[in-house]
C-alpha cells in the first residue's frame, strides 16, 4: 500500500512518509490487536474514556486536526450539558465570512458550529494538511489498533536504518518514517478524575473518543440489532409452536 492511496493519517497530527519514501522503505509492523470495550456485538463506549480522550483531543489534537463532520453540540452524546457544550464552543473561532477589506473575519463559535481545521497549524511543514479526524478510527487501516500503536510507536531507529530529515522513526508508520514529531508525553495532560496521564493513557483516551466521534451512535444501532434479533428469534419459536398445534391432529 502506498501512502498517496492511504486515507486520512492519524490521531494528533499524522502525517505519513511521502510516496518515494514508501517505496524504499521497508512496510510498517502491523498493530498489534487490543481489547476495547466498544467492540463486539455488545460493546459499549466508556464515557469516562471518552470524556478524558477529549481532554487530549482538545489540548493536544486540535492545535493542527479538525473535526469537519462533528458539531460542538455532538458532545452531549459523552455526558456533557448544554452550558458545557456552548462553553467549549465559544472557546474557539470560527470563520465567518470576510470584511469589507478581503480580510477573513472571525467569531466565537456555537453549539450547531462544527469542530474548525486551524488555518495554520503550528509546527507542521508546508504544504501539508493534517488529516481530519471525524472519522480517522473508521477510514484509517487498521483501526483503532493501528491508530494507538502509531501513538505509542515512536523510538530510536534501528541500527542501519537512515531517517530522512524532518521525519520520524515509527514502526507502525508507512514506510516506518513520519514527519509528526511525537505528539504525546506523560503529564501531557491534566485529568479531573486523577487518572495518570502516561503517553500509553492519553493515546488509549484519544483513540477511543476518536472512535466515538466517527460512530456515536453505533451502541445504539448494536443494541436494535440485538432486538430485533430476539424479537425474529421468538417470533420463530412461535411459529414453530403454532405449526406443529395446527398439523398435530392430521394423521
Known sequence: MKVKSALPVLT?????ASPMQAQTLPDHDHAPPRHWSFEGPLGNF???????GYVVYEQVCSSCHGMKHVQFRDLEGMGLDAEAVKSIASGYQIQDGRDLSGALKYRHGLPDDEFPTPVKPAGVPKGMLPPDQSRLTV???GGPDRVYALLTGYGPAPAGVAVSSGQFYNRFAQGRQIAMKPPLR?????????????VEQEARDVTTFLAWVAQPHLVARRRTGVRVLVYLLCLAILLFILKRRIWSNVE
Not at 46 to 52: G, K, S, Y
Not at 186 to 198: I, K
Request: proline share 7%.
Open 12 to 16: 494528533v497530527a499524522l502525517f505519513s
Open 46 to 52: 466508556d464515557l469516562a474514556t471518552v470524556q478524558r
Open 186 to 198: 506523560d503529564g501531557e495532560v491534566h485529568y479531573a478524575d486523577g487518572t495518570p496521564a502516561t
Open 139 to 141: 477510514v484509517y487501516p
